[in-house]
């Protein structure tokens, strides 16, 4: 019984893991722009993330939509806003803009040096092909 846990466990980790597409191998990748340590007093914040968008296929796509929220845990969590950008990515070309999420910091003290897993959406447009959706995870440490 035990080892089935485990392994149900492992299998769940590795799905959640994953980057998924419903379209082209188009990838997402997020990164925090500042490491601002404020998250030890509570309420309303701003988050800077950079986004860099991977296009490996013959078509320019454009971006249109990114959905981020944050798991349980960390210093702080993101509102349930998306954020609408209207970016296109030429076809085998890569593209790095800024965007701005509002969140909430929880604070606490120590909480504030927790990781945080961002988990996002990002819808797209292909001339000529249906649109499509990517998933992707990133985990940021704000204590660096």
Request: glycine share 6%; hydrophobic share 45%; charged share 15%.
């Amino acid at each position: 019984m035990r080892r089935g846990l485990i392994v149900a466990l492992v299998l769940i980790a590795t799905a959640c893991a994953s980057s998924k597409s419903s379209g082209p191998q188009v990838s997402v990748r997020l990164a925090p722009l500042e490491n601002v340590d404020t998250f030890t007093y509570a309420g309303p914040i701003s988050l800077r993330y950079a986004i860099a968008v991977d296009n490996p296929t013959d078509h320019e796509v454009t971006l249109r939509r990114l959905d981020l929220h944050t798991t349980a845990g960390g210093p702080y969590a993101l509102d349930n806003r998306p954020v609408m950008v209207n970016v296109s990515i030429a076809a085998h070309s890569r593209t790095a803009f800024a965007v701005t999420a509002w969140g909430r910091a929880n604070g606490n003290l120590f909480r504030g040096r927790e990781p945080v897993t961002v988990v996002g959406k990002a819808y797209f447009d292909a001339k000529g092909a249906p649109s499509f959706l990517t998933l992707f995870q990133t985990n940021i440490s704000p204590a660096n």
